[in-house]
């Protein structure tokens, strides 16, 4: 279909047309006019899909993991939307979207959609667009929604501000595996996964991870992350692994911990939009060059450079026409104001 306009595009979503979908992704993602309205109109009708987070080191196997568990949830019914995220270039800003190569590579009906994101320099293994592309799936019909990040390590605890089910794959023979997760990651885990669990060492870990979660505060005092083996290459442990995130589903649908996580991801997701807003609006103009310039001549902190430019959004003159802001958001109010204050 050729969607003229957002309310039409939405129209698409809502009654499942993966043409529509596709389309409306692209707006997203690429920030289009009308891709506000888009999903402002969408948005009512979200809420309904699970959101399964695929996460960890690169080479631990999360691109095909992730199209395993897709086949395997189609064949049980459920509709399935796989949204992976591929690293961007910091020089051309391009993606290889290899994952959509890979996964592209195996029989999938119409009951998958799969789309890869570039992340575009963000960080925390994901896109800007990554939550709005998942409401756009949920949207559309999906029963479940596979988030696989870009495979950055222990950054990627941003996938917690979009997944009901964080999943954690690890893999024996990548160095010191569950030392290398100490930091952070396995603190975010629902469920963990070894993947390649036929290789050697593969014992071992998943011994240190039990030990580990002996030790270990749990994120969730009612659910004890499971952890589960696999090799996804042949299917081996996936279907366990399904299982393992209903049962966390259900864990959230019948205890407090899923009302608290849905509250908690809809202030990330307002504090997020925020700062993007807030940066958006002010950067490029006369106010943001002033900042920059006292911050880089050690005239004024960062800090206090940011409670000015936040000052100068009370003038709506100052940061959209370029005039400076009363109250401390221009050159001149800046540098002066901040001189005690280099170093």
Do not use: C
């Amino acid at each position: 279909m050729r969607a003229s306009g957002p309310e039409e595009l939405a129209r698409g979503v809502l009654a499942g047309d993966r043409r529509a979908l596709a389309r409306a992704i692209t707006w997203v993602e690429n920030r289009r006019p009308g891709a506000s309205e888009l999903l402002r109109r969408i948005y009512p009708e979200t809420g309904r899909a699970h959101v399964v987070g695929l996460t960890g080191a690169p080479g631990v196997g999360k691109s095909t993991l992730a199209a395993a568990l897709a086949r395997h949830l189609r064949s049980a019914g459920q509709r399935v939307g796989l949204v992976a995220v591929d690293p961007s270039s910091p020089f051309t800003g391009g993606a290889l979207l290899g994952d959509r190569i890979r996964f592209s590579q195996g029989a999938v009906d119409d009951g998958v959609f799969f789309r890869s994101l570039a992340s575009r320099g963000q960080v925390g293994g994901l896109a800007r667009a990554t939550g709005d592309v998942i409401h756009l799936l949920d949207a559309a019909g999906m029963d479940v929604v596979l988030v696989e990040t870009v495979g950055a390590g222990q950054s990627e605890v941003a996938i917690m501000r979009h997944a009901h089910t964080v999943v954690v794959v690890l893999a024996p023979g990548l160095g010191d595996d569950v030392q290398a997760a100490k930091a952070g990651i396995l603190e975010v885990a629902d469920v963990l996964v070894v993947n390649k669990a036929d290789q050697p060492g593969a014992s071992r870990t998943v011994q240190e991870l039990r030990q580990m979660l002996e030790l270990g505060a749990p994120r969730d005092p009612g659910w004890r992350p499971p952890v589960v083996e696999t090799v996804a290459a042949d299917g081996r442990g996936v279907a366990a692994l399904a299982d393992a995130v209903a049962r966390h589903r259900q864990h959230l649908t019948e205890s407090p911990a899923g009302a608290q996580r849905d509250r908690w991801r809809a202030e990330e997701a307002l504090r997020q939009e925020l700062l993007a807003l807030v940066a958006e609006r002010l950067h490029g103009t006369a106010a943001w060059a002033a900042a920059a310039d006292a911050v880089a001549g050690r005239r004024v902190t960062p800090a206090e450079a940011a409670a000015r430019l936040l000052d100068a959004l009370r003038d709506e003159r100052g940061p959209r026409d370029g005039h400076p802001a009363e109250g401390g958001g221009g050159r001149a109010a800046v540098e002066a104001r901040g001189g005690a204050a280099g170093g």
